[in-house]
């Protein structure tokens, strides 16, 4: 059963249209990854499905109730970690979350060991009797994520939580979002730096101007966008004779030369991309490597939006 | 059944994680103590003026009006603290939701199961207590009173009653208003202006000679009537007692009445608060009724407060009936105007939702413009004017007549002149709506800003000066009658007076100045008529223009 279920979902602020008939579908377990440059409605679809927005058009299913009429079910079994947030001032950390526990109405018995519980697995215990506002925003960030899940929810919708860190900070979130994972929680992470989150999404969803042009699974998501190859030949010496070569190949397009290198992109069957590496040695070339490129996230990512911002 | 058990699991203290918050950051810190400090040097300044008043009149053997020392300093001791806890309040609970807001924690607040209701009661417990923390700091001078005679354990403890349940209403009312506001700026503007008002209407209410309306309304008139002279009320607990009981059942209703509606803004209310808002909402409705009607009728019957200001000769208290209905007139129409002045702006943004605005782009005449407009506030207006005050009044007029104490010119002045505050209202209200077409919120500040700056700008300090010329008999009062004629606030004071023998004995009213007041209000009118059509002609240009 999908975890997440949207269709059709629409906002629009004014005479600006927000979100733009969105659907998506989340499997239970699963990471999406949910990228749009700044603007592109990434805050105002989460926003929506955490019932915080009342969409304009379109429905919204989290753990299959709907987002508009069942908000208080759905609040229970979601976790929301917003974009920007504060923190309460003159209350220590464990008070801090003593007071999310209360708010999610867990026994007063049961909280001290739940408040121990996500302060170790956010890394926070040796601050459990810090002041809150004396963190630092790392700290902070992941005080945030602790609270959010002291009522053990099912779903964690995440909106830029490696936002406005250092580099150590964001390696630390990212081991954090790893154990969750292995806790089995559905996860929803928005941000608008791809690389933070290629490494351990299962999905991805990109939207850019409040559209979301492509969601999938990273390997089919890089399948469909790039079905041509990009491959890139060392040689010692000249370069000439191997532009020569792959010009007379058929599939072969777009060949840039350099010293000692030279690119290109190939479309077409195995069988003739295989035949390239042959007919190259066969001519002579002294090639000393030759390589596909993997194709990156971000490249997909900066092939499907056009770099209009919203 | 079940719907009893969730109630008391939302008013449980113990299980509201905002009242645990806030009383464990707001004890950190040095803070709470300095206020409890500054209240308390407050009520030793007034104890001390108290005290060295109250000793010079007993020197210079004046002390005829004064019962006694002790309740001298009692009555002065409680009026402060009424004072500061009005003021005090809204700056400590205004905050409640702007704040989180501001800090941008209210989004989690809100993500959690708290209701609507357990927000506003744990937001509300808070301040509350720390209020009530000051009014337990102040007993012990409380106490020095009782020791120096003049007022009973009684009537301490009820004063103190009153102030508890007047600041949990003052509570209730600036959190109900911070759920509804956007900066707490603006909240804890709002939660003071209203809390002053509600002490100036308990100081009118003294000073009006007509039977005084509602005890329970005001924490002034609370005081006022706990601690009244004993030739007023014969025995403490044979007449104030039982007129408490249901002013502070009131108090209690409005505030959960507050609790209730609140937040409904931010959190979804649950059904069974929608059930508890409508049955509370009614009980309110009635017993404000009871305490209207019967503190009247037993101030009416009695011989209360109003017997001691009638003139000798009248009938009891009812002869100054016809001033009070006309005073209740006159604050029933300010408030109309105020009301459908807001609602006459929202309802132009339906016009021009409907193509006003194009048709004026497209060259529509100002003058039809106006007609649009004016069509659609005019029978608002009309409406608000012949039915508030307008009937309000003629029944006054009617029963004064017949008790021979009204002044019916006066009446029809005051008539007039709440037409004309009424109508200011409306094209106040256009000229926003035109100024700012799409932007509800900044038409009705802008409206109701601009209405209550020009109607009362200059009647504040000319009253002042009014009520003070009136209180030494031997003085000329011409100079205040003639300076409130300066402002539309101090006309429909003055007319309403005329109702009232006590100011026409006074000097104040109409009286031998007929024809002034009645220039000044045909002014006024006509000045509200061009101010209008200035004011929407000019727009239309402006608008046109672009
Ligand atoms: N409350 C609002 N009122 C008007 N416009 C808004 C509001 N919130 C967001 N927007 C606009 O909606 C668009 C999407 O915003 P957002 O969802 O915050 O983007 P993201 O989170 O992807 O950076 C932006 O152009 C933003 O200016
Ligand atoms: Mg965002």
């Avoid at chain 2, 403490?236 to 609790?259: D, H, K």
């Avoid at chain 2, 003629?394 to 008790?403: D, I, K, N, V």
Wanted: with cysteine.
């Amino acid at each position: 059963m999908a975890m997440v279920e949207c269709q059709g979902l629409r906002k629009v602020y004014r005479d600006l249209v927000a979100v733009n008939d969105l659907s998506l579908s989340i499997g239970e377990g699963e990471i999406f990854g949910f990228i749009g440059p700044n603007g592109a409605g990434k805050t105002t679809t989460i926003k929506m499905l955490v019932t915080l927005l009342r969409p304009d058009a379109g429905t919204a299913l989290v753990d299959g109730k709907c987002v508009i009429r069942e908000q208080e079910e759905v609040r229970k079994v979601i976790g929301y970690m917003p974009d920007f947030f504060g923190v309460y001032d003159d209350i220590k950390v464990w008070e801090y979350l003593d007071f999310f526990a209360t708010a999610y109405r867990i026994e007063r018995h049961r909280r001290p060991q739940i408040i121990d519980d996500v302060l170790a697995l956010t890394d926070l215990t040796i601050k459990k009797e810090a002041f809150v506002e004396e963190l630092s925003r790392g700290m902070k960030q992941r005080l945030c994520l602790a609270k959010t899940l002291v009522h053990d929810p099912k779903v964690l919708f995440l909106d830029e939580p490696a936002s406005g860190l250092d580099p150590r900070a964001r390696v630390e979130i990212r081991e954090l979002l790893k154990e969750l994972r292995n806790l089995g929680k559905t996860i929803f992470i928005s941000s608008h730096i791809l690389s933070e989150l290629a490494d351990f999404v299962t999905q991805v969803g990109i939207i850019e101007q409040g559209r979301l042009v492509v969601s999938g699974s990273v390997d089919d998501i890089t399948a469909q966008l790039q079905p041509f190859k990009r491959v890139t030949v060392r040689v010692a010496g000249d370069t000439a004779p191997v532009v020569e070569v792959l010009q007379q190949v058929p599939g072969v397009r777009n060949i840039e030369s350099e010293p000692n290198e030279v690119r290109f992109e190939f479309e077409g069957e195995d069988g003739g991309f295989a035949g390239i590496l042959p007919a190259l040695v066969s001519r002579g070339c002294q090639v000393t490597g030759f390589g596909e490129q993997e194709a990156s996230l971000e490249e997909i990512f900066m092939r499907v939006t056009r770099g209009a911002v919203a | 059944m079940n719907a009893i058990r969730r109630l008391w699991f939302e008013l449980n203290p113990i299980h509201n994680p905002l009242l645990i918050r806030e009383l464990r950051s707001r004890m950190r810190g040095p803070r709470l103590f300095l206020l409890i400090l500054l209240f308390q040097g407050c009520l030793m300044v007034v104890l001390a003026v108290t005290w060295s008043l109250v000793y010079g009149l007993h020197y210079y053997g004046r002390s005829s009006i004064v019962s006694s020392r002790g309740h001298q300093l009692f009555v002065s001791l409680i009026v402060a603290e009424a004072m500061m806890i009005c003021v005090i309040v809204p700056a400590l609970s205004a905050g409640a939701f702007t704040l989180e807001r501001e800090k941008q924690t209210l989004e989690m607040l809100l993500m959690t199961p708290l209701t609507g209701l357990q927000a506003a009661w744990g937001k509300c417990l808070g301040p509350f207590l720390v209020s009530s923390l000051l009014l337990v700091t102040s007993l012990p001078p409380a106490a020095s009173c009782l020791f120096l005679g003049g007022v009973s354990l009684g009537e301490v403890c009820l004063c103190l009653v009153g102030l508890a349940l007047f600041t949990l209403l003052y509570t209730a009312m600036a959190v109900a208003i911070s759920a509804q506001s956007r900066s707490t700026a603006a909240a804890v503007f709002s939660g003071e202006v209203l809390a002053v008002m509600f002490l100036v209407a308990g100081g009118l209410e003294a000073l009006a000679p007509g039977p005084i309306l509602a005890s329970a309304l005001t924490p002034l008139s609370w005081v006022g009537r706990v601690c009244s002279p004993e030739e007023l009320y014969a025995g403490f607990l044979g007449t104030a007692v039982p007129f408490m009981i249901p002013g502070a059942a009131l108090l209690c209703l409005t505030t959960a009445f507050l609790l209730l509606h609140g937040p409904t803004r931010l959190v979804a209310p649950r059904p069974h608060h929608v059930a508890l808002k409508r049955l509370v909402g009614l009980a309110t409705v009635a017993m404000l009724a009871v305490v209207l009607v019967w503190g009247s009728l037993r101030d009416l019957l009695s011989s209360g407060v109003g017997a001691s200001f009638a003139p000798p000769g009248s009938i009891g208290g009812l002869s100054n009936l016809g001033g009070l209905v006309a005073m209740a007139s006159m604050v029933t129409c300010l408030a109309a105007a105020l009301y459908a002045n807001s609602g006459a702006t929202g309802h132009l943004q339906v016009i021009y939702a409907l193509g006003l605005r194009r048709g004026l782009l497209e060259g529509l005449r100002p003058r039809s413009a106006f007609a649009v407009g004016a069509e659609a506030c005019l029978p608002w207006a009309l409406a608000g004017w012949l039915v508030v005050p307008g009937v309000v009044l003629l029944g006054a007029a009617l029963m004064g007549e017949w008790l021979h104490t009204s002044d019916v010119p006066g009446l029809v002045g005051l008539f007039a002149v709440e037409l004309g505050v009424l109508l200011l209202a409306y094209f106040i209200g256009l000229g926003a709506a035109l100024r700012h077409p799409w932007d509800l919120a900044k038409q009705r500040i802008l409206a109701v800003g601009t209405l209550v700056v020009l109607i009362a700008y200059p009647a504040v300090p000319f009253l002042a000066w009014g009520f003070w010329n009136a209180a030494r008999p031997s003085a000329a009062v011409d100079p205040a009658v003639w300076a409130s004629v300066a402002s539309p606030a101090g006309l429909l004071v003055l007319f309403a007076c005329a109702g009232v023998p006590d100011f026409r004995s006074m000097g104040i009213g109409i009286g031998g100045h007929t024809l002034a007041p009645w220039m000044a209000g045909l002014a006024f009118l006509l000045a509200a008529m061009a101010l209008g059509l200035r004011n929407v002609s000019h727009l239309c240009r402006r608008l046109r223009g672009r």
